[in-house]
């Protein structure tokens, strides 16, 4: 399996609920980020939680982070139909060095429907 | 999609055809990237480029190429060596990649390319 997975794959809720999705990773990481990417466009950053960080907020995103788990989850709060998108994390390796030095490693996304 | 430009937004390509996928960006940052990203999948990084004249293989590179003659320019070329090209290609930016573990990586609004 890969670097950076999400679950689940898809997400259907009402809007007003509270949205989480989950990623697990294998190997070190220096800092995880999640992004977010409507259909056919590009992706846009959402946030950045750092190995050392347990949890951050932006807005209606909480982000927290188990390194001994390997895991992350962002938590949309209040969803609003224009949330509906894909979201993926990346990873951004630890080891500062060889070839995985400043790649981002992306997953498989989840996608979110919130519904009117 | 910030400041990085793609075009175009579709291509249509025969096979045996090379073609040519712009990516400029005028927010002076060093790092650039290349990702492909077929239906339903994460992103995969072609090449990645950290400065003018320098760029590196990522995990797909096999029938593309690239070039850096500027530092606002990364085109991505798809050779008729790549044998399932049809995706949709991203490209993006970051303000450094030596050092810049923290850098989130700015995207432009993507290539369609399909094969006929």
């Known amino acids: 399996s890969q670097q950076g997975e999400e679950d689940p794959q898809a997400l259907s809720i009402q809007e007003g609920e509270n949205a989480t999705m989950n990623c697990s990773y294998k190997t070190s990481i220096n800092n995880l980020q999640w992004y977010r990417q409507n259909s056919g466009r590009g992706l846009v950053h959402l946030i950045l939680i750092r190995s050392n960080e347990r949890e951050k907020h932006s807005g209606r995103l909480r982000v927290t982070l188990d390194t001994s788990k390997k895991s992350s989850s962002l938590l949309i709060t209040a969803s609003r139909a224009a949330d509906t998108a894909s979201y993926f994390c990346a990873t951004f390796p630890a080891n500062a060095g060889g070839t995985s030095y400043g790649k981002l490693t992306f997953g498989q996304g989840t996608i979110l429907t919130v519904h009117p | 999609d910030g400041g990085i430009t793609q075009s175009p937004k579709y291509l249509f390509r025969k096979e045996g055809q090379n073609v040519t996928l712009s990516c400029e960006q005028n927010l002076n940052h060093d790092a650039m990237y290349w990702y492909r990203q077929d239906p339903g999948q994460g992103l995969r990084l072609i090449y990645y480029?950290?400065?003018?004249?320098?760029?590196q293989k990522g995990d797909i590179a096999e029938g593309y190429s690239v070039s850096r003659e500027k530092k606002e320019s990364f085109p991505l070329t798809v050779t008729s060596a790549q044998k399932n090209p049809t995706a949709f290609y991203l490209c993006?930016?970051?303000?450094?990649?030596?050092?810049?573990?923290?850098?989130?990586?700015?995207f432009g609004p993507g290539t369609r390319l399909t094969v006929l």
């Open positions: 480029s950290q400065i003018v004249n320098d760029f």
């Open positions: 993006a930016s970051s303000p450094r990649l030596a050092g810049g573990s923290t850098d989130t990586q700015y």
